[in-house]
């Protein structure tokens, strides 16, 4: 079965620092979709990049990338420049590719709570 | 996000009470999901539906019972609450085959049992 773990159950960082969060995952599957989820204390579940596991290049979204580690199984989030508003709970997730039933689900890391000091 | 709504937002329910969440979204999305959210667990899948009629287990579903009649809803119903089912859920919805993308969430139901 699939897993996902978070290993950094807290981080800080200064306001318009750089700070990467960790997650490393487990399949015996070659395609695959890795996400990185942003849930701020409204608690709506905000998808901030994802990746796909045929694409070598590490996708990037603005003042977020990734490390994309395929051999590793390793799918870090490097946050550049962080803000106040980046402040939440950050969840790394997993989906297997196209297919029906259960491999249409979402499996998820048990989070990374940031904090941004001013 | 306006296109898949849960309600209610808060809910505070007694031990062996039966509860449903409701979960309603408009994009006809074939999927839909039904997560807890604990600390130190993530997200955890409780039931899942391909599509209207047709519902599956997910890793957490003793306790728990769905529907889905149609397509737009997919209430989740707690028959007899207990204490450990005090958690954040959410409803979610994917388009079939789909798999660049993650899920669309709702807002979340915040319920306590006491």
């Known amino acids: 079965a699939q897993t996902v773990t978070q290993s950094q159950p807290e981080m800080s960082v200064q306001e318009a620092e750089t700070v990467t969060l960790s997650c490393t995952y487990d399949?015996?599957?070659?395609?695959?979709?890795l996400f990185w989820y942003k849930q701020p204390p409204s608690r709506q579940m905000i998808l901030v990049i994802r990746q796909e596991a045929y694409k070598q290049q590490n996708a990037t979204e603005n003042r977020f990338s990734v490390n994309f580690q395929k051999a590793a199984k390793s799918f870090s989030l490097k946050i550049s420049d962080s803000q106040l508003g980046d402040a939440a709970m950050y969840f790394c997730?997993?989906?297997?590719?196209w297919g029906g039933g259960a491999t249409n689900k979402l499996i998820f890391g048990t989070g990374t709570l940031l904090a941004v000091q001013p | 996000d306006a296109g898949i709504t849960q309600s209610p937002r808060y809910k505070i329910t007694e031990t062996g009470r039966q509860v449903t969440l409701m979960c309603h979204q408009t994009?006809?999305?074939?999927?839909m999901f039904w997560y807890r959210q604990d600390l130190g667990h993530g997200l955890r899948l409780i039931y899942y539906s391909a599509a209207a009629d047709i519902t599956d287990k997910g890793e957490v579903p003793d306790g728990y019972v769905v529907s889905r009649s149609k397509t737009e809803n997919f209430p989740l119903t707690l028959e007899s609450a207990t204490r450990s089912q005090t958690s954040v859920y959410f409803c979610a919805s994917s388009v079939t085959g789909e798999s660049t993308r993650g899920y669309t969430f709702g807002s979340g139901t915040r319920l306590t049992v006491v």
């Open positions: 997730a997993y989906r297997a590719g």
């Open positions: 994009w006809s999305h074939s999927y």
């Open positions: 399949t015996s599957e070659s395609d695959y979709y």
